[in-house]
């Protein structure tokens, strides 16, 4: 069946390193959506792409939706400790609306 | 948030109880849905509801049982799990189906 990849599963990066992780599909996506989830929280909605190509950013955070409409990703800049948690992506598929969820990739701040 | 609301927050129950999830959500969404979060399989969608009719149910086993008497309230009825059932149960609704999804704080089970 349809199915997100996402890569890596962990992310282990200093204070201050950028972050990035990626989604890919097996088939062409209407849409992507992108959600945190801090330690021990629920996952929260933090953009949703549409367009072939489209680039988006929200302060340091990227996001990004293939010119193929099959991948996306986000990349971090200069990480901070507020950004621990799960990132998940999670693409639309065109016949019946529904969403498909990549596995994560949690990043971890080394001490 | 307060959007949507779970209740209880944790339970823990035997394989042979029969207990309820309950999702409320305050949003005036159409869509709602229970996911399953465990550390093996970290976010499977278990059901969808939209407008108050089931249009999903993803292989889920028989003794998970959904109910959405109105758009706002979302039921998950247990009965005789199994302990690899323990998990986090996520509520989540948008507006409509394939919209952004606002999620409830999750009711952690376990199954002794």
């Known amino acids: 069946g349809q199915q997100v990849m996402q890569i890596p599963q962990y992310q282990h990066v200093q204070e201050g390193e950028d972050f990035t992780t990626y989604c890919n599909s097996s088939?062409?996506?209407?849409?992507i959506q992108w959600y945190k989830q801090r330690p021990g929280g629920h996952p929260v909605f933090l953009i949703q792409?549409?367009?072939s190509g489209e680039v988006k950013k929200q302060k340091r955070l990227t996001f990004q939706f293939g010119e193929a409409k099959k991948n996306s990703s986000l990349h971090i800049t200069a990480t901070q400790t507020t950004d621990v948690g799960t990132y998940f992506c999670?693409?639309?598929?065109?016949?019946?609306?529904?969403?498909?969820w990549g596995a994560g990739t949690k990043l971890i701040i080394k001490p | 948030e307060t959007g949507v609301t779970q209740t209880p927050r944790h339970l823990v129950m035997g394989m042979t109880n029969k207990k309820s999830l309950k999702c409320e959500q305050h949003?005036?969404?159409?869509?709602m849905y229970w996911y399953k979060q465990s550390a093996k399989k970290p976010l499977e969608l278990m059901f969808v509801?939209?407008?108050?009719?089931?249009?999903e149910n993803n292989s889920v086993p028989s003794r998970f049982s959904p109910e959405c008497p109105n758009s706002s309230h979302l039921f998950l009825h247990l009965h005789t799990l199994q302990p690899e059932d323990s998990a986090l149960y996520l509520c989540?609704?948008?507006?409509?189906?394939?919209?952004?999804?606002?999620f409830g704080p999750g009711t952690r089970l376990t199954v002794l």
């Open positions: 989540a609704s948008s507006q409509d189906e394939g919209n952004e999804q606002f």
């Open positions: 949003l005036g969404h159409n869509a």
């Open positions: 509801y939209n407008f108050k009719e089931q249009t």
């Open positions: 088939t062409t996506l209407s849409n």
């Open positions: 792409l549409v367009k």
């Open positions: 999670a693409g639309m598929r065109d016949s019946n609306y529904q969403l498909i």
